[in-house]
Structures are given as structure tokens and as C-alpha cells.
């Protein structure tokens, strides 16, 4: 092929050939970039129509959204906060997807997250900031952790499916959290909305030096990357992928899928406890209804956007996140109400699912092996 | 005693009120979702569809002054809900749990986006028949007044379930549940099969949804449904996929549903919205009672990616 090469015409004419010993190589990845990067570009099409028939102009919406969530450091900053829970609450369903699980109650496991780390918190006041934190984060973990995987052992033990049950379970969930904190929780100072006690200015987590982001993205970072080592690095993450595949063969090789199970939804659960935790001592200091904000469910959507790869989730996070943070400049600009962030995120779900379809579909790229 | 005060008696007469008074949203959304689910899909979208039902129907009654128009509306909606539901589903390699859980979001963010002039005014509501006039208890006439959609729903139980039996559509959605082959075989398009039950089951869902607004709580607001529409889709697989006993699932879930309020009525005040998510920790109980690792459920359709 390369010997061949001198004469410039058939330079010309094995250029192809070169060009498909490429795709072979790299054509599944090319796949999963440009197939949702035109999910993506065909749902903000979609969106622009539909602000369109409410009499705005869709070039001023793209503007804004992108001056909201990327035009200035200020956005930025702004986006990368609003992206460390969903980072967190996406490999909630990241992790079980491994499994072929599909897991859509991170919601409700950021809610017991962040209930088990204020009462963590509260429980140790006067204690060593340091000492209060980690407690915070281990509670926050455990507590979203094991409301993940009672949806696990249900499924395991009594075969009831895990996506209603961890959906219900989210419901559940914000009835414990409203009954505690205007209940036995309840700060008598908080008149309007009931909240918890504060955590304590001193046991906050605080922001990176020099910007306005809070650790709670670094938290993300470092997780997912122990989730993507998990995954795709260790044994359990191959057993798990065996048995996302095949279950009959996993169970055949001798795979304990039941433990695989339990464990990974463990792991979801805390990832999105540990996002609970964050909320709160990082952004609102205490618990109560505000935390509600549908973290859990754009999660599921950053989740699938990135094909469940934990790698994936960091940009498809910035990119949800961003989408989040422009939406008060949407409100504020365009006179769009604040639901037009959902239905973008539910525009964008629909056409990325659509386009599984796509895959080994696309003439170009059917060199691939 | 005809004063109206029954003390304690307010719980079980509130309770039943409620069975009938909440359990609509509950039976028609799962009788859609058994049509659905019957042909051999999932579509667990349809609390979204609820919701842009609710919204819908409020919208139009508050335009046309008519709230069966808004009735009408809402079940357009809830097709229409149920056609993308079932046209995305139809292209290859989608699955149908994941397009459900985009188009809950989807339906859910679409009927707040909408519905946000429809906080403020109010639309006319649809009519109630008094059940209760017999009586001088005004709890009991307030638990007897019934509308007249729930009347339908009881009404429709039965129906679908001799249809699903005896008709010749029953057994087309049957065959295309339990072996998409055969349907095909018999020289039949499932997807179309499909297609139509989805919508048949998007359109009773926006039914259900149409109560909510326009008869109780009887507004439009956000808060409207949370979660109604998912509990009624896990009560169809303990139901066993038989309309009947979604009509006595739904029931008691109303039943469930209401005891929050009631207690509230009588002063019971502290547990308020642990009764309130009582619909939701029945649904996870029954569900765990009923369904088993080692076997499929008797009556799931075989076609059905939930239950395998």
C-alpha cells in the first residue's frame, strides 16, 4: 500500500484504502462521537423551531445559551458548579447500566445523601472541620448507597424491576426528607421554609482557590475516574460487563451475579449520596426542599448521552450543566419560562435514544470492523 | 349526628371518598397502560403524558368553557404522547424503557413550559353526580359525589376486559404480546399493532390526566402529579394485566392516597407526608409480595422486556 505510492495518481486512488484502514481502526469511536453529537445538534434544531413558534428569535436563544453557560468565566463558573452533582448522579446510573440495570432513582439516593450527611454533621458540631466533613461524605455515601440497593436486592431477591422501584423509591424519599425536616429536623428558625440546623460555616467544603467552583466538581472528577478504572481496569468491571452482555453466560462461568449486582448498585447510590452531600456543604449549608431540583433526573440523561461511559459523563455534564446554568438568562432575556431547560433536556433524550438506530448504519463509515 | 359531626367515623368515609375520588387517575392510566403493555411494550412515559393531559385539558376548558372539550384534548394529547412513544420505539436497537423514562421528562418539562399561563386563571371544572343526597351527613354526600369519568372507568374495566378475551382487535394485541412471530406470521404488522395500542393507552392516560385538573385536586399547578402516573404503571404488573383487577388495584390505591388527608382532617397532623407516600410504599410492598425471582409473572405478556 505505501510502496506503491509514487506515482501521484494512485496516491490518489489508494487514498480511500488508506482512509478505511483508519475507519477500521477508529470508525466505533468516530460512531459514538458524531451519531450523539448529531442527536445533540438535531434536538437544539428542534428546540429553536419550538421557541420559534412562541415568536423568538432561535439565533438570539443559541446566543444566550451559550453566553449563559459558556460566554463568560463567570458562566462558566456557574456551569462547572451545577455539573459536579450531575456528574455524581449520573454514574448513579452509569454504573448499573454496566449490568444492563437500568437505575433511574439517583434522585431519591442525592435526597438520602444529603439528609445522611447533614445529620452527620449536626451529630459532630464542635468537632474538627476536617473530622465533620468526612463523616459527612462517608454518611452521605452510605446513606445514598444503601437506598440504591434496596432497588438492588428487590430486584435480586424478589425480581421486582429496578427501574420503578428506584423511581418510586424517589418519591419515598422526598417524603422522608419533607417529614424530617419539618419534623424532628426542623430548625424552629426557619419560618418560611423548613429547613435543618446549618451545618456550620466552618464545616462548608468551600470553593477551588481562585474561582467560585466548589470542591464538590473535584469530588466528581476523582470518582469518576475510579469508576471508569472500576469498569473497564478491574475484574469486577469485567465480570460486570460479562454480565450486562450475557447473564446466563456469567452465570455459567461462575460470575456471583447477585453480589455484582448489590455491589454495583451500592456504588451508584453513593456516587449520587456523595452528590447529596455536596449540595449541602456546598451550596446550601443545610437540607430541605430546595435540594429536590431534578439533579437525580438529568442525570439519567447525562448517563445515556454518554452511552454510560464514566468518561464520557465529564463533558456531557459541562454540557447539561451549561444548558442549566443559561437557563435564568433565558428567563430573564427571552421571557422564556424556566421549564424550557426541561423541555431541551427532553427534546435531547428523545433525539439521542432515536438515535441508536444510527449506529453501523452511517455509508461512510461501514469500513469500520 | 346530622349536624356533621362523626368524629372519628371522618377516616373510613374520607378513605372511601378517596377510593373513589383519587383512584381515577390511577384506573385510567393503567388501563391504558395494560392496552400498551398487552401488544408487548413498556411505556413508562405515561406520567408525563398525565401531566400534559392535565395541563391540556385545562387549557382548553379554560378557552372553550368546556370542560369535556378539554376531556377531548387531553386524550389527543395523550395519543399523540403515545404515537411518538411508539414511533421512536419502532426503529431499531431502541429500547422502549429508556424512550418511556425521555418522554416522562419530556412530557413532564413540555406540559410546565405550556402550562405556565394556566397557573393564575381558573377553567370550568367538569360536573359531579350526587350520589349522596339520601343522606344528611355532608361527609357522606361529599364522599358520594361522584364524576362521572370515574363512572366511565368502572364502565370501561369490564369492557376491556371481555375485549381483550372475545374481539378479534383483543386477540391481534394479545398475539403481538406474546409472539411478535406469530402476529407476523398471521401476516400482521406488530409495529402498527404496536402503534395503536400505544396511543389507545397514551389516550386513556390523558384522560386520567384531565381529572386531575378539571375535577380533584381540580387546578393546574406543577405539583399536580407526583408520581401517580408510575405507580399506576407498576400496579398493572401486579394487576397481572387483567383490567379487572386494575379496577380494584386502582381502588385501593385511592383508598391509600386518601388517608393523608384524612388523618389531616381529624387533627392527625405529624405523619403527614409519610400517609401521603403511601401509594408509593404499597405499590413497592405489593410488588414485593407478589413478583419472584425464580419464575415470570403468571399473565406477562411474553413479549414484554420488563418482566424478562
Not at chain 1, 448513579?92 to 454496566?98: M, S
Not at chain 1, 418560611?192 to 474561582?211: C, H, Q, V
Amino acid at each position: 500500500m505505501t510502496t506503491e505510492a509514487a506515482d501521484p495518481v494512485d496516491a490518489a486512488a489508494i487514498a480511500p484504502a488508506a482512509d478505511a484502514g483508519f475507519l477500521q481502526r477508529w470508525g466505533t469511536e468516530i460512531e459514538y462521537i458524531l451519531i450523539p453529537g448529531a442527536a445533540l445538534v438535531a434536538a437544539l434544531v428542534l428546540f429553536g423551531i419550538f421557541v420559534a413558534l412562541f415568536g423568538k428569535n432561535p439565533l438570539d436563544l443559541y446566543w444566550y445559551m451559550y453566553y449563559g453557560a459558556f460566554g463568560t468565566w463567570f458562566s462558566w463558573q456557574n456551569t462547572l458548579t451545577r455539573a459536579a452533582p450531575l456528574i455524581l448522579t449520573a454514574l448513579c446510573t452509569a454504573l448499573p447500566a454496566q449490568l444492563g440495570m437500568v437505575i433511574i432513582g439517583g434522585e431519591g439516593a442525592l435526597l438520602i445523601g444529603a439528609l445522611a450527611a447533614t445529620s452527620a454533621a449536626l451529630a459532630l458540631q464542635g468537632m474538627p472541620p476536617l473530622v465533620v466533613q468526612i463523616a459527612m461524605v462517608v454518611a452521605g455515601m452510605a446513606g445514598g448507597g444503601l437506598w440504591i440497593l434496596l432497588s438492588g436486592a428487590l430486584r435480586q431477591y424478589r425480581g421486582v424491576n429496578e427501574t420503578i422501584s428506584s423511581l418510586l423509591l424517589v418519591y419515598i424519599a422526598l417524603a422522608i426528607l419533607n417529614h424530617l425536616v419539618e419534623g424532628v429536623m426542623r430548625d424552629p428558625a426557619s419560618l418560611n421554609k423548613p429547613s435543618t440546623r446549618e451545618i456550620g460555616a466552618a464545616n462548608m467544603i468551600g470553593s477551588i482557590p481562585g474561582t467560585d467552583v466548589h470542591w464538590g466538581l473535584v469530588f466528581g472528577l476523582i470518582v469518576t475516574v475510579a469508576a471508569y478504572v472500576l469498569i473497564y481496569h478491574t475484574t469486577f468491571g469485567f465480570a460486570a460487563r460479562v454480565a450486562g452482555g450475557n447473564i446466563r453466560a456469567a452465570k455459567i462461568v461462575g460470575l456471583s451475579v447477585g453480589r455484582l449486582i448489590l455491589t454495583a448498585c451500592f456504588l451508584a447510590g453513593a456516587c449520587a449520596g456523595l452528590a447529596g452531600m455536596v449540595e449541602v456543604a456546598a451550596v446550601q449549608g443545610r437540607t430541605n426542599a430546595n435540594l429536590a431540583v431534578g439533579y437525580g433526573f438529568t442525570g439519567i440523561l447525562v448517563a445515556f448521552l454518554a452511552r454510560q461511559n464514566p468518561l464520557a459523563i465529564i463533558p456531557v455534564a459541562i454540557l447539561l450543566g451549561g444548558i442549566n446554568a443559561s437557563g435564568g438568562l433565558l428567563q430573564r432575556r427571552l421571557g422564556l419560562p424556566d421549564a424550557s431547560v426541561l423541555v431541551l433536556q427532553g427534546i435531547i433524550f428523545i433525539s439521542v435514544l432515536a438515535s441508536d438506530a444510527l449506529y453501523g448504519r452511517i455509508g461512510f463509515l461501514k469500513g469500520k470492523s | 349526628m346530622a349536624d356533621g359531626n362523626i368524629g372519628l367515623w371522618t377516616v373510613p368515609l374520607a378513605v372511601l371518598g378517596g377510593a373513589i375520588r383519587v383512584s381515577t387517575p390511577f384506573l385510567f392510566v393503567s388501563l391504558g397502560e395494560c392496552i400498551t403493555e398487552r401488544a408487548g411494550r413498556i411505556n413508562l412515559g405515561l406520567e408525563g403524558t398525565l401531566v400534559m393531559g392535565a395541563m391540556s385539558a385545562y387549557g382548553i376548558s379554560y378557552l372553550t368553557g368546556s370542560p369535556w372539550l378539554g376531556v377531548l384534548a387531553a386524550g389527543l394529547t395523550g395519543a399523540l404522547l403515545g404515537a411518538l412513544h411508539a414511533g421512536i420505539c419502532s426503529l431499531p436497537r431502541v429500547n422502549d424503557v429508556a424512550v418511556g423514562i425521555s418522554l416522562m421528562l419530556f412530557g413532564t418539562g413540555l406540559a410546565f413550559f405550556l402550562g405556565k399561563p394556566l397557573i393564575e386563571p381558573t377553567a370550568a371544572r367538569l360536573p359531579a353526580i350526587d350520589f349522596g343526597w339520601w343522606s344528611d351527613v355532608p361527609q357522606v354526600r361529599a364522599a358520594l359525589r361522584i364524576n362521572v369519568l370515574f363512572l366511565l372507568g368502572v364502565v370501561l374495566a369490564p369492557i376491556l376486559f371481555w375485549a381483550f378475551k372475545t374481539t378479534r382487535w383483543g386477540l391481534l394485541i394479545r398475539t403481538a404480546g406474546e409472539s411478535a412471530d406469530a402476529a407476523r406470521a398471521m401476516g400482521h404488522s406488530v409495529l402498527m399493532i404496536r402503534l395503536r395500542a400505544t396511543m389507545a393507552g397514551g389516550f386513556l392516560a390523558g384522560i386520567g390526566g384531565s381529572f386531575l385538573s378539571l375535577f380533584y385536586p381540580g387546578s393546574w399547578n406543577e405539583g399536580l402529579s407526583s408520581g401517580q402516573g408510575i405507580t399506576a404503571v407498576a400496579l398493572v404488573i401486579f394487576a397481572r394485566w387483567d383490567p379487572m383487577l386494575c379496577l380494584w388495584a386502582s381502588l385501593a390505591f385511592g383508598g391509600a392516597a386518601a388517608l393523608g388527608p384524612a388523618l389531616q382532617s381529624v387533627g392527625v397532623t405529624s405523619g403527614y407526608h409519610l400517609f401521603n407516600a403511601a401509594p408509593y410504599i404499597l405499590t413497592l410492598l405489593i410488588m414485593i409480595i407478589t413478583c419472584s425471582p425464580k419464575r415470570t409473572l403468571s399473565g406477562a405478556p411474553a413479549e414484554l422486556s420488563i418482566t424478562r
